[in-house]
């Protein structure tokens, strides 16, 4: 090999390297931009049709919670049952999940443990207000509807929630950040969704009832939101009642 075919195809050599370390560092600058927590004020989720892989994942400020309270506000037109919040750990796939079973029944299950609230006036095509709550101590569980408590009733107590924490928007997780069906999937709107590692008092929970001045979550806050979006899931304006 002549002396230019080696300069040559050491030149090639180091633009190759450059161009690999350059993609990799674009790489690392794309990732770290998506990992920047959104305000998503004014906005929601929609998750326009029925699917076994569309869903947002949300990643949470703790890995350990000895209590739970979830808000979140939901526009549907189903009549079928489905997931509302999905929070699994390689242990348990359902470690907190709201679901929405047949009009006016909603299941919380805590440490994969079930208790049902009946009663919820839902109706279609109109947005609601939900905020569950669970502590370990007691074990009790409670669901907020509109504005409306349930009767506390037990659920799980004296375990914790801790592990690899995965929280799914739009699926159940059967399995730890994954098995969906589509049968259980989530069709409509999500928005206002805050999470904290206590039991919200009446008082706060009122306040979110009733889109007023509250404390954002301090595990989930829609104001700064890390999430990543996996299928045809949009972020959109909220849409208003004009007056």
Known sequence: MTAMRKMQKCWVQKCDTGFK??????????????????????????FPEATNTAHVKINPSRQELHAVTVCLRFFTDLRRGCSIF?????????????????????????????????GQEYKLNVWHSICSTWDSASGLGQLWFDGNPSSRKFISSESNIRGTIVIVLGQEQDSHGGAFDTNQCFVGMMSDVHMWDYTLSPCEIQRYMSDLTFTTGNVLNWEALDFQITGRVLTEDKQKTCR
């Open 21 to 46: 370390m350059a993609l990799v560092l674009l790489l690392v600058m794309l990732t770290a931009c998506a990992a920047v927590p959104q305000d998503l004020s004014g906005k929601m989720f929609t």
């Open 86 to 118: 999905s929070l699994a750990t390689p242990s348990t796939d359902n470690d907190f999940l709201i679901s929405k079973k047949e009009i006016g029944v909603t299941a919380i299950y805590t440490r994969n443990k079930l208790a049902e609230f009946v």
